[in-house]
């Protein structure tokens, strides 16, 4: 879309050093854009490249040096600037497609108005789907599961039985909510499985990535919290509790009856431990392997978990473990001949 500068400053909030009338409409790097585009800078380290670019303007922080004539607008935050504008350039108004014929919708089933319902998707016996609710191609909606206005299901969702999912919520495809939590009690040789008859309930604003699953509590609810964004392949166990605006990246795997609190950055693959407590803003570097409670505010790494700083410094040591290794032997060595030489005398 076409927008002026002085538009495109209101939308961002922002103050703009510039030409007001002139019309921009697209949105790349700083490297790659011309006079008709948008850039940011985030990252200090490429303010190098603002002497020679020639976007139309870019969004910059409020104390970023430029170079003379180059049209900017100072803002917070420059890359939620440029996220706030490239939505509104994408965006387009919402076009409810009805049920296709192709789609099964059982008749005890609640749609909402202006629902979307793709072929092949599936919508359970007493399920109920809010307004604007869409249902990409492959979606299942079991018996008596709910699905709040203007979420959507991506392809090949599965929404089980019984299960809750709020406002505005996006799935991505693949993924799984209410499965059977992995319950077994030893028998014998074998093992008898442990009935889960709770639910897996997800808040509102909630984004959960492709191929990712959340199981089903014992007995109660697994609860996701409004605001939680998850990466692709993360693993939620039964009756786990995740607080509000939490971030879960890549392959995360969360052990069963967890609770994690509000605003936690869980790196890729962390692996968090059965029956424990991450306070409100923990951070955790990838990898880490958190198999105790962690007081709110700590930031860890490593395994197991431990002070970040501490982590990185023991980092460090490990590759000088052969040299130290030889410097300790080379030690022994002179002071078993000190000791010697010292009897002899």
């Known amino acids: ?36 585009d948008v850039a940011f800078l985030a990252n200090p380290r490429y303010a190098k490249a603002l002497p020679s670019c020639r976007a139309g303007v870019v969004l910059v922080s409020r104390d970023q040096k430029t170079p003379e004539g180059l049209a900017v607008i100072r803002v917070d935050d420059p890359y939620l600037a440029y996220a706030k504008a490239l939505t509104a350039a994408t965006q387009k108004p919402y076009q409810p497609g009805g049920v296709h014929p192709r789609a099964h919708v059982d008749e005890s089933a609640g749609l909402g108005e202006g629902v979307t319902v793709h072929a092949l998707a599936y919508v359970g016996p007493r399920a109920r789907l809010g307004d604007r609710v869409v249902l990409h ?48 009690v030893p028998e014998g040789e074998g093992y008898f499985k442990i009935p889960q008859i709770g639910i897996v309930q997800i808040d509102d604003d909630v984004e959960i990535g492709a191929l990712c699953t959340v199981d089903r509590a014992a007995t109660g609810r697994t609860w996701i919290k409004s605001g939680v964004k998850t990466d692709n392949m993360v693993h939620v166990a039964h009756n786990c509790v995740i607080g509000e605006n ?38 955790a570097a990838g990898g880490t392997g958190i198999i105790k409670s962690v007081p709110a505010g700590d930031i860890i790494g490593g395994v197991p ?41």
Not at 264 to 281: S, T
């Open 137 to 184: 191609p492959g979606a299942h909606v079991g018996e008596g599961a709910e699905v709040g206005d203007d979420s959507v299901l991506h392809a090949n969702v599965t929404l089980y039985h019984g299960c809750k999912i709020g406002k505005r919520c996006i799935i991505h495809g693949g993924s799984v909510i209410g499965a059977d939590g992995y319950g077994f």
């Open 1 to 36: 879309m076409k927008i002026t500068l002085a538009q495109l400053s209101a939308m961002v909030g922002g103050s703009l050093e510039g030409p007001p009338e002139k019309e921009v409409s697209g949105l790349k790097g700083i490297e790659e854009a011309g006079p008709q």
């Open 305 to 345: 978990a431990m002070p970040h700083k501490l982590w990185l410094r023991t980092s460090g040591l490990v590759k000088r473990l052969p040299e130290l290794l030889e410097r300790l032997r080379s030690l022994e060595k002179r002071l078993g001949r000190d000791s010697l030489e010292v009897k002899d005398k």
């Open 246 to 283: 939490t971030l879960l990246v890549a392959q995360v795997g969360i052990s069963g009856s967890t609770k994690v609190g509000r605003h936690v950055i869980l790196g890729g693959q962390v692996g968090v431990a059965g029956h424990i407590e991450i306070g409100d803003n923990v951070q």
